[in-house]
């Protein structure tokens, strides 16, 4: 929208200009496409289409500046002793589809000026105009600049727009002569500091989360404004064009800088259109809008162009836009973040002068290494040409010295990085192999910016040179909430925390594992197996563990591993995921289970280092992904193995380690017990009786993964529901997971028992995030000849006695989280009861809750996966791994029951939004289910109640 503001073609009023800019508004609006539908021209999407809205504005206010300034009211002079100035993304330039018209009228005046503020607010807002605006003054600004960053910002982003552009030259020579002197910079670059560091707090503190912010986060186009506005405040020029020119940046990095602006410009636009408002966070439903609409597919990048350059349709049976085309447009996404947020970093520090006049330390170091003021640097830019390894020689000094890289080394090095001769030539060096073999494996804590030293050379590009198989998975994330970091940033995270269990800091939280590593035998190998143990997802598909393990062979052998090392690493990472799998999902107290898992790690100290690396693996997943159970579970496997190993376990008894442990437990439980309340000393006798039959009833496994405290607490409710008469008793209990409240269940164990109880848990709306099921024989003495206490060393009650049920429930209310527990359980009682009398039918009371199901957040698609295994030793092993939703635990429990088949063991384990949930069943007569027939009909029976759960919703 142009205009031509000559007296003799202005128009007449406010409803020419009110329709000519809602035309020019509803073309922009057209631009972008509503939905998934790839966009014509998707570089129109981007930084282009936010100058044109800049631009439109631009137009609008000189126009509608005139127009009133001509209508003599205020007076002319009023308009004339003004300045109006976009501040914000408009004042530089451009402005996301819905976001604000910022600007400031600068008057010499401001009360007289208020008037002028009325006559321009009024017709922007009559034509739906979102405005921003200030009256001020000279001095207000920059007083109130001193103090408040907000505003200071304003005077960097400041441009003059109509009005008295006298104002705006002399406000801009203030600034510069006051907060932006040249004296002043360190304390303004200080503070955008703070606030890098606070909003990256608030918006999450990771270029990679899940969902990002595309504006405020980390990586976002907020990081690209502070950028600017450290480079405008020291050079005078916020464009990265300019910054080449001053020497501030390379060509190549204002190059990668534009690049990573334009992909986050184009999906904040997209996600503005598809709301209508302005908002910035990229969900999940969005991501599959924005995949679409910028043209990626299934075998195509951006813009859906295959390498013919032809737009490749997807086929009609399948979605418009797959899974792997969403991690494609987010691996894109975390890659224009980090190019986003390496820039903020050499930015802010090129921009920070140094005002200190003492005389800075400078000492060769040798081979064409200095350490210069407390930083390690190196004598020639040149030599990173002739002398590759230099490179890694500086890393290496300065882990050694406990002292940072100088800035300038990390941006030479950072800039060799990107250029395929440099690290083909580094790849070449032997010294270079040795000293990142050493760097991969070292523990010692460092002042390196990034922290710690795998993080340092995955930042520097140096872990890319070394390992090119590595790039396909920077960025890469798969499209589910259990993942939370992409799988670069995993791995290197696992090689982390493997470092901090050496260095043994993490004892309280991890004791075994620091135990453990700190005795690895051959830690490089395991170093370079965790940061490798992920490298096969760079080709998609589903068995990344073989590939990995192919590549990882290639990979070890460049870097000059022995044989043998290569061969145990290889075999570690194809076996990466087979110990967290049995610890969750199989029953660890059935021999047939152990025996089975043996067979897959070469000898102890194969064992050790798998469970190093699970451990490392797992807890890096996601911040909540190692649960105190899991841990447990890991633990538990572990010890038993190393036991069965090393021929410690002759009948099935006890380990040694293991009789610590249970012993320990069954003290503390005791203990526990003393300090709850009984009415008498008759009670507190009948307590302690009861507790030591409970105990010798429970399973080792049991005793090993609950808190004594919580297993006091289980007892005391057994022995209420055993000698009380009810038949169903429900308490929340202590918790060992902040994050789900603890529900035991007791009740007589029956057949469909479990059904009713996960019946009563859809109905009162609680979700289940784990849960132990155990079946305990009521008629155990509980102590040995010599007056021990002991547990169930099976994981079934002996035949022929009266069973009870002891359920443990890890859960949160779907409204009102942990706390609106409490307040379920008398319903949460009467519903089972009414179950287990025939009152109501499970199915029947599940469905209650339908009516006021809150609607479900989109998420990524989870497949339906449901395998049967009769390897167990005396049940078959039914895993379901699908879609979490409200109901599904009811849904399985009950269709299990339907079936006829009762459940010994139960596992039930939540990971984001995917269900691993694996029972241990048998038939009626105690006998496993037999192949063919009868097997098939359970696998179809409970796909067919899953896919009913889908037509209903979800809610079931």
């Not at 890096?620 to 572990?638: G, I, N, V």
């Not at 309340?677 to 496994?701: G, I, K, V």
């Amino acid at each position: 929208m142009s205009f031509d503001l000559s007296p003799t073609s202005r128009p007449s009023g406010l409803a020419e200009l009110r329709a000519a800019y809602a035309r020019e508004r509803a073309g922009l609006d057209r631009t972008v496409p509503s939905g998934p539908t790839p966009a014509a021209d998707p570089s129109a999407l981007g930084v282009a289409l936010g100058r044109r809205h800049a631009k439109l504005l631009d137009d609008l206010l000189v126009r509608l500046f005139h127009l009133l300034r001509e209508s003599g009211n205020p007076g002319r002079a009023a308009w004339d002793a003004v300045a109006i100035a976009g501040v914000g993304g408009y004042g530089r330039g451009a402005a996301a589809l819905r976001s604000d018209l910022d600007v400031r009228i600068l008057a010499r005046d401001a009360q007289r000026a208020s008037a002028i503020a009325d006559a321009l607010l009024y017709p922007l807002w009559d034509m739906g105009v979102t405005v921003g605006h200030q009256v001020v003054t000279i001095d207000d600004l920059i007083e109130g600049a001193r103090e408040d960053l907000p505003t200071a910002t304003s005077l960097l982003d400041w441009r003059h727009v109509v009005g008295d552009a006298s104002l705006s030259e002399a406000l801009w020579q203030r600034a510069v002569s006051g907060i932006f002197a040249h004296s002043e910079l360190p304390r303004f670059i200080e503070r955008l500091g703070k606030e890098i560091a606070q909003r990256h707090e608030r918006f999450g503190g990771s270029v990679y989360l899940l969902e990002p912010d595309v504006k405020n986060g980390a990586g976002g186009l907020r990081d690209l404004d502070v950028a600017r506005w450290a480079a405008k405040a020291r050079y005078g020029v916020g464009e990265f064009d300019a910054l080449v020119r001053f020497g501030a940046l390379v060509a190549r990095e204002a190059e990668e800088i534009r690049g990573a602006a334009e992909m986050l410009w184009r999906l904040r636009n997209l996600l503005h259109a598809h709301s209508g408002r302005r908002t910035d966070r990229l969900s999940f439903d969005e991501q599959e809008l924005c995949a679409g609409a910028l043209g990626y597919s299934k075998t195509a990048g951006p813009a859906g162009h295959a390498g013919d350059g032809q737009r490749r349709e997807p086929p009609p049976d399948e979605p418009a836009v797959s899974p792997e085309a969403i991690e494609r447009m987010m691996s894109d996404y975390y890659r224009s973040a980090r190019t986003i947020s390496r820039a903020l970093d050499v930015i802010v520090s090129r921009a920070t002068p140094t005002l200190t006049r003492r005389r800075r330390r400078d000492e060769d170091l040798g081979r064409g290494v200095r350490l210069f003021d407390g930083c390690i640097t190196m004598s020639d830019p040149d030599l990173l040409r002739t002398d590759p390894a230099i490179a890694l020689r500086l890393v290496s000094e300065a882990v050694e010295r406990g002292v940072p890289l100088l800035p300038y080394a990390r941006g030479a090095i950072v800039r060799a990085a990107g250029d395929p001769a440099f690290c083909a030539a580094l790849r070449e060096s032997p010294e270079a192999a040795e000293r990142f073999r050493a760097l991969v494996a070292t523990c010692k804590e460092t002042a390196l910016q990034s922290g710690s030293v795998v993080r340092e050379l995955h930042d520097l590009g140096l872990l890319l040179a070394m390992i090119p198989e590595f790039s396909p998975v920077v960025g890469r994330v798969h499209h589910d909430v259990y993942h939370v970091y992409t799988v670069d940033v995993h791995s290197v995270a696992a090689v982390d925390r493997l470092a901090a269990l050496v260095r043994g800091e993490l004892a309280g939280e991890f004791g075994l594992p620091c135990r453990l590593a700190a005795e690895a035998t051959r830690p490089t190998m395991l170093f370079f197996a965790t940061l490798l143990h992920d490298v096969g997802k760079a080709i998609g598909g589903k068995d990344h563990s073989r590939r990995g393990a192919e590549m990882a062979r290639t990979i070890l052998e460049r870097l000059g591993f022995p044989p043998e090392d290569i061969d145990e690493a290889c075999h570690l990472i194809l076996k990466h995921l087979v110990m967290y799998l049995i610890a969750t999902r199989r029953d660890l107290d059935d021999p047939a289970t152990i025996s089975e898992f043996c067979q897959e790690v070469h000898g102890r100290e194969g064992l050790r280092d798998l469970y190093l690396l699970t451990v490392a693996d797992l807890s890096t997943t996601s911040p909540t992904a190692m649960t105190s159970w899991k841990a447990r579970m890991l633990d538990e496997l572990y010890l038993s193995a190393d036991a069965a190993l090393r021929g410690a376990r002759e009948d099935g008894g006890p380990l040694g380690m293991d009789d610590q442990r249970m012993a320990r437990a069954i003290s503390g439980t005791v203990g526990a017990l003393e300090d709850m309340p009984a009415a008498n000393e008759d009670e507190r006798r009948a307590q302690r009786d009861f507790l030591a039959r409970y105990l010798a009833s429970m399973p080792e496994r049991y005793l090993l993964a609950n808190s004594p405290a919580a297993i006091a607490a289980h007892a005391e409710l057994a022995r209420r529901q055993q000698h009380g008469g009810s038949s169903v008793l429900v308490a929340l209990v202590p918790s060992r997971h902040p994050e789900a409240a603890e529900l035991c269940v007791v009740a007589p164990d029956r057949p469909g028992l479990l059904a009713a109880i996960t019946a009563a848990l859809a109905a009162s709306r609680l979700e289940v995030h784990a849960a132990q099921i155990h079946s305990r024989a009521c008629d155990d003495e509980g102590v040995d000849g010599g007056g021990v206490i002991r547990a169930r060393s099976s994981s079934s009650p002996p035949a022929g006695v009266r069973l009870q049920a002891v359920d443990l429930f890890w859960v949160r209310d779907r409204g009102d989280g942990v706390g609106g527990v409490a307040r379920a359980i008398p319903k949460l009682m009467t519903d089972i009861q009414a179950v287990l009398s025939g009152q109501i039918s499970g199915a029947e009371l599940a469905k209650k809750r339908r009516g006021g199901a809150l609607r479900e957040r989109p998420t990524p698609k989870v497949p339906t996966q449901i395998s049967i295994d009769d390897r167990a030793s005396h049940h078959t092993v039914i895993e379901v791994l699908a879609r979490d939703r409200p109901g599904l635990l009811f849904a399985i429990s009950d269709a299990l029951y339907q079936l006829g088949l009762s459940i010994s063991v139960a596992k039930i384990n939540t990971e984001g939004t995917r269900v691993a949930d694996v029972f241990y069943v048998s038939e009626a007569d105690g006998t496993k289910i037999s192949n063919g027939k009868r097997m098939q009909e359970v696998e179809e029976r409970l796909h067919a109640v899953l896919q009913g759960l889908d037509g209903e919703g979800s809610v079931g």
